[in-house]
């Protein structure tokens, strides 16, 4: 069953059940198996997982079994991009994925550890994702990191908006 | 920005705020559309004056208010930190899901 209707945005729960993990749960209005789908076959996930300002997932390569590597890139977008590799550490489709994530500018203090649950119920799945860091420091150091990467593209935004809002005003 | 919020938490002075919105206005327009006596129109710009909220020049007999968007573009970036990427990137995948589900139900359908 399809309609045009304009559904209201599930919420991102972002949680704390530790103190060297950040986990963030989301409701997908489908079953597990393509929302586990979307989350491992690169020509699906270059088609949702955008990086900052929206840069492109340029490079996505996804050796799917025990021990296989991943590699994420987005950009080169003018002149930067931002890239992490990592390996596969448990696969069980569609319920569960656990692999390792170490990003090339190391803004996270070290690897970390990223556990995926996919939990159906009633043709939804709830997604919860779970991030261990290194230390309670790293953890925390990341969080202020991401915060700041926020608003300074909350910024850069907002500098266009005010740039166009100029303009009328001239 | 607690001045800025303390500012803005009186049903009045937001008020103003969103008729300065559109650009700058004499004080007295800002009476007649409030519907509120000059000296508490007044007294209330005054507030957002203080909280660096509005900026006052003298044009002739006239005086004109109009908005400063410097702690507003504060209040807006600490919004912005509560964002995540994750929200607009998990709406993309709303949408490819139900592409996906859309596709899934046509191939079941050519299967039986």
Redo the contacts between chains.
Sequence with gaps: MTTNTVKRTETLQVTMPSEREVAMARVFDAPRELVFKAWTEPALLKRWLYGPEEWPLAVCEIDLRVGGALRFQWGPYEGKYMGMSGVYREIEPPDRLVFTEMWDDNWTGGETLVTMTFIGRASKTTVTQTVQYSSHAARDAALKTGMARGMAQAYDRLAEILAGKANQEI | MMATLKALAEPSRFQIIELLRN?PRPVGDLVNRLKLPQPQVSKHLRVLSDAGLVDVRVDAQRRIYELR?APL?EL??WI??Y????????????????E???K?GKRRRRKR
Aim: charged share 45%; proline share 4%; net charge negative.
């Design positions: 650009g968007p573009r807006e970036v912005e930190r964002r995540s990427i994750w929200e607009e990137n998990y709406q993309r995948l709303d949408v490819l899901l139900e996906m589900k859309a899934e």
